[in-house]
């Protein structure tokens, strides 16, 4: 195959996860409102695996179309999974410590990129005979959960809320918390349920016209495109021309990047305890702020590496510490600050347009960042340090604090009304 033919077709290949991504967003919350958080993730599984078939077999095949049809299948249940995971997590939780439960979705997906990274090295499977065997293994988490998720109750604030199941939602509820006093959140849930059957059904347009609706979904996807648009991905393609630039040969490079990753990992089981003692907002500011600062000195450090003896050393630094601030905010906190500030009455359309965003914002990252590259060099970190900085003030202004408060207390603070 010609050259350009072959870049031609990576970039498909590549370009089409955050495709399906988005049209797997489009269509999570019409499933979440539908089939349940629980029936919409078994649904999912079910094309995980045909994802993992159609990848696995690619090569026996010869047909680099199954790895495509394969990669927009696994985008799109990526973005189901990104809305359904975090939702489910955070309506199950108990308020104290809904953060927690909400930063479990952005662990086990650090978890799996690790793991990615360990077994795509040379040595173990990320060699011309194996790689279909690991891109096969998409399906083992598929299976796990299809296995173990019929055990698991529905969300109890679904089930009355949603569906008006009282005798359901509280079934659910007896499962979950292991006890049977459960009046005070199931009346809590029922004043819900009893609010959203006085209001008219919630349509697309209303999202954009109510206000109540409209301000908490403005900032619900400025958060989402903070996490995309910070430059992560940038610094991890980067990163192994940092440690090369240090002296570190091909391989240590990788084993480097495998501890970057382990790094991103360890903060991330550090923000748990954090994210309901801090909270949501301190977290992701902080985490902002110290991005914006470490993405300037990782431009200045790669920019005068060969003048300065130490820089390229510093560049390591930068890219570990850049990590580090992603990890204890802006790498999870994204995905269920939404179910805490959008009503259950529009929580399935909202999530759908949050989720939309993120892979929308990651598909324009992956098809311009090449051309900044190409363009500025080691001056690209400082367009996304200055898109940290415009973010960092908008969290500043507008993110409320969504700790240990109902959605209507959260409403309240970001519409300035009286409770």
């Not at 409102?33 to 079910?46: F, P, Q």
């Not at 173990?124 to 299809?146: E, K, N």
């Not at 269920?336 to 965003?357: C, D, H, N, Q, Y």
């Amino acid at each position: 195959m010609p050259a350009r033919e072959l870049t031609l077709l990576w970039s498909v290949t590549v370009s089409v996860f955050p495709a399906g991504g988005m049209l797997g967003g489009s269509v999570s919350g019409v499933l979440a409102d539908s089939l349940g958080r629980k029936g919409s993730m078994l649904v999912n599984n079910v094309l995980a695996l045909v994802a993992a078939g159609c990848m696995g077999v690619s090569k026996y095949l010869a047909s680099y179309e199954m790895i495509i049809v394969g990669r927009l299948l696994i985008g799109i249940t990526c973005a189901i999974s990104c809305a359904l995971v975090p939702m489910y997590l955070t309506e199950i939780s108990p308020i104290s410590i809904r953060g927690a439960c909400g930063v479990i979705h952005q662990l086990l997906i650090v978890c799996a990129i690790l793991l990615a990274d360990v077994f795509g090295m040379s040595e173990i499977m990320g060699s011309s005979d194996m790689w279909p065997i690991l891109l096969a293994l998409t399906a083992f988490p598929a299976v796990f959960q299809l296995l173990l998720l019929p055990f698991c109750p529905e969300s109890p604030r679904y089930l009355l809320v949603a569906k008006g199941q009282r005798a359901k939602a509280a079934a659910a509820l007896n499962k979950l918390r292991g006890t049977h006093d459960i009046d005070r959140e199931l009346n809590e849930i029922m004043r819900e349920f009893e609010e959203m059957q006085r209001e008219p059904t919630v349509r697309w347009v209303d999202l954009v016209g109510q206000r109540q609706l409209r301000v908490p979904l403005v900032i619900a996807l400025v958060i989402q495109m903070s996490q995309q648009l910070s430059g992560i991905n940038a610094v991890t393609y980067y990163s192994n021309d940092i440690f090369g630039s240090a002296k570190f040969s091909p391989s240590q490079s990788t084993y480097a990047t495998i501890g970057v990753g382990g790094v991103n990992l360890l903060m991330t089981i550090v923000s748990i305890p954090l994210m309901d003692r801090l909270g949501r907002r301190t977290l992701h500011l902080a985490g902002l702020v110290g991005m914006t600062v470490f993405s300037v000195l990782l431009s200045l450090s790669l920019l005068f590496q060969d003048s300065v003896s130490w820089f390229p050393y510093a560049s390591i630094s930068g890219v570990v510490l850049f990590v580090v601030f992603f990890s204890i905010g802006p790498g999870s906190i994204p995905w269920f600050i939404m179910t805490e500030m959008i009503p259950m009455s529009a929580r399935g359309k909202a999530v759908s347009l949050a989720v939309l965003t993120n892979f929308f914002c990651n598909f324009l990252v992956g098809l311009f960042f090449p051309i900044l590259q190409e363009s500025l060099g080691y001056y690209s970190f400082l367009v996304f340090a200055s898109l940290l900085a415009v973010f960092s003030l908008f969290t500043y202004l507008k993110m409320p604090e969504t700790k240990n408060k109902t959605v209507d207390q959260v409403l309240a603070v970001v519409l300035g009304t009286p409770q």
